[in-house]
T-cell receptor, first 116, second 114 residues
């Protein structure tokens, strides 16, 4: 299994509170991603990172911010959680070199967030 | 409209039977197409990968096919086992700069009954 650790694995919080999810990898992969998975929607990209301090938005980035100060850590922050952000959040990593690796995503075990 | 459509949404079969899952996509051109398996409560894991020039790829009891002309892929599972119960996700990747941007289908939920 790829060395990806997500924390916390489960969290219940109240509307309006800040929440930070952490993704830690031991594979030294360049690319890291945050997805959310909801019934009927599948996996949707929130933000991704292509290097330390290099990040970009995905299709559902509103209400989320990310930071990557070290290769191994990618943080997802909800500044003020809302009930619509109740979801399962997955971190993924890949090498994704153009002309090289085929871009396989390796996923963490997921973090289940409930916003009351 | 989702760029990657999967069918059926859910499927129930008996252990030992074969089944075929479908994936239709509009993303084009693409770098590769993968099928992932996601067990309940776990993250997805890659089963197969095909480039646009490949027609078929096998991984044990799993065989994926690709028809780039009709933009369809299928995943055939032979002699199903209880452990095959999972969600199967089709993912088409676009090359973008030095990265690959994956586009996910919504998945097919497969239940294998004894």
């Amino acid at each position: 299994d790829a060395g990806i650790t997500q924390s916390p694995r489960h969290k219940v919080t109240e509307t309006g509170t800040p929440v930070t999810l952490r993704c830690h990898q031991t594979e030294n992969h360049r690319y890291m991603y945050w997805y959310r998975q909801d019934p009927g929607h599948g996996l949707r990209l929130i933000h991704y990172s292509y290097g330390v301090k290099d990040t970009d938005k995905g299709e559902v980035s509103d209400g989320y911010s990310v930071s990557r100060s070290k290769t191994e850590d990618f943080l997802l922050t909800l500044e003020s959680a809302t009930s619509s952000q109740t979801s399962v959040y997955f971190c993924a990593i890949s090498e994704s070199k153009a002309g090289g690796n085929t871009g396989e995503l390796f996923f963490g075990e997921g973090s289940r967030l409930t916003v009351l | 409209k989702n760029q990657v459509e999967q069918s059926p949404q859910s499927l129930i079969i008996l252990e030992g039977k074969n089944c075929t899952l479908q994936c239709n996509y509009t993303v084009s051109p693409f770098s590769n197409l993968r099928w992932y398996k996601q067990d309940t409560g776990r993250g997805p894991v890659s089963l197969t990968i095909m480039t646009f020039s490949e027609n078929t790829k096998s991984n044990g009891r799993y065989t994926a096919t690709l028809d780039a002309d009709t933009k369809q892929s299928s995943l055939h599972i032979t002699a199903s086992q209880l452990s095959d119960s999972a969600s199967y996700i089709c993912v088409v990747s676009l090359p973008l700069g030095g990265s690959y941007i994956p586009t996910f289908g919504r998945g097919t939920s497969l239940i294998v009954h004894p």
